[in-house]
């Protein structure tokens, strides 16, 4: 097909398309995120695990929070979906366009470009809303009793002490997530949809597919690509969840996670030159005195040293600590997570809501 009978790109169709489908699919699979962010963040060389798996960690965080604790900070997740999906989404529809040669078609090295550059984009929104979202889900570990931050509370004391770098912690994991991903699912759905379309090469961007065959292929490629870059988002999770700690089986807060190490005065000591570290319990060991970490300079909260830094520093001790499995997870949660979310992206886009909304006529 020659390039000359390229029609105009509906671009905002494709937005409005890409944001009720985060919409839509984030109120379904919020809770298994949650679920997925908890077991990502245990740090299994701390002593007993505080979940022994997804579903434990799901029957646990239930009990704990009840139903609507389950959806802790999904209103800043929702929030900033709808302009991260429509980024994602319609950037890799417009970069397919742009990138198609003279014959109409896309090589697959081009529509690997196409989303990797999509993945890109969308890490401007992703990358706080992601960093919100993880402390969030976390902070209900710590206490279900007395006042909860906000995610507006939050994000303006970060910014008040950190500036909008603040904001943007653990910003190239995100990028090397996001970009991953993209690179693999995008082309991938692209070539599982042809597979089901009796009309290939009939749209200069993406051929057309039953609904149903849009779903099947979202749910595929985008499961497949999550357990591809797995490893990595174990690793944005440490990096934006420095600071947080861990509730220990008992109830109060004690073992520290791993996003620090921390140590804390002794009740009973006077000395305030002696440290009191945290045995596996939580509990102070060894005297008592002023918390500190073991690198911790004078001056700084004890809560906000990092125990990662940066991503060849986590790496390094997630390996040597935990093992390799330990970059998998909450595997199985993020297929849970990310399939039926790209499946019901998908299929958003099939069935042109955005377009009936617009009034756009879709017709060939």
């Not at 770098?165 to 910003?171: A, V, W």
């Not at 807060?253 to 030159?273: A, N």
């Not at 986590?314 to 499946?343: D, H, N, Q, T, W």
Request: charged share 15%.
């Amino acid at each position: 097909m020659a390039l000359e009978k390229k029609t105009q790109f509906p671009l905002f169709s494709k937005i409005l398309n890409g944001g009720i489908a985060g919409i839509v699919g984030v109120s379904i699979v919020y809770p298994i995120d949650l679920v997925k962010t908890r077991l990502q963040n245990q740090n299994s060389s701390t002593g007993e695990k505080q979940y022994k798996n997804m579903l434990d960690c799901f029957k646990k965080s239930y009990r704990a929070s009840g139903y609507l604790g389950m959806y802790r900070g999904s209103a800043v997740n929702i929030l900033l979906v709808t302009p991260e999906k429509a980024i994602k989404l319609t950037a890799n529809d417009a970069f397919r366009y742009v990138l198609l040669n003279k014959q109409g078609k896309l090589t697959l090295p081009r529509e690997m470009i196409a989303g990797g550059t999509a993945g890109l984009c969308q890490t401007v929104i992703t990358t706080p809303m992601e960093l919100l979202k993880i402390k969030m889900q976390l902070s209900a570990q710590q206490s279900t009793s007395g006042p909860r931050t906000s995610a507006l509370r939050l994000a303006t004391d970060l910014i008040s002490s950190q500036g909008l770098r603040g904001l943007y912690r653990g910003c190239l994991s995100t990028i090397m997530r996001d970009v991953s991903f993209s690179i693999i699912y995008f082309p991938l759905f692209a070539h599982l949809k042809a597979l089901g379309s009796n009309q290939q090469g009939t749209d200069l961007v993406t051929c057309e597919a039953p609904f149903y065959w849009s779903f099947i292929s979202g749910c595929a490629a985008g499961g497949f690509a999550a357990v591809a870059v797995n490893p990595i988002d174990v690793v944005k999770t440490r990096l934006q969840a420095q600071g947080q700690s861990k509730e220990v089986p008992g109830g109060g807060k004690g073992t520290p996670g791993p996003s620090s190490v921390l140590m804390k005065p002794h009740s009973q000591s006077r000395d305030p030159h002696k440290l009191a570290f945290l045995n596996a319990s939580g509990e102070a060991k060894g005297g008592g005195g002023v918390a500190r970490s073991l690198h911790q300079p004078s001056g700084i909260p004890a809560a906000e040293i990092p125990r990662y830094h940066g991503i060849g520093d986590a790496v390094m001790k997630i390996m040597s600590e935990e093992g390799y499995r330990a970059f998998f997870k909450g595997g199985g949660c993020r297929v849970l997570v990310i399939a039926p979310l790209f499946g019901i992206a998908q299929t958003v886009y099939y069935l042109g809501v955005g377009e009936y909304l617009l009034g756009v006529n879709t017709s060939k």
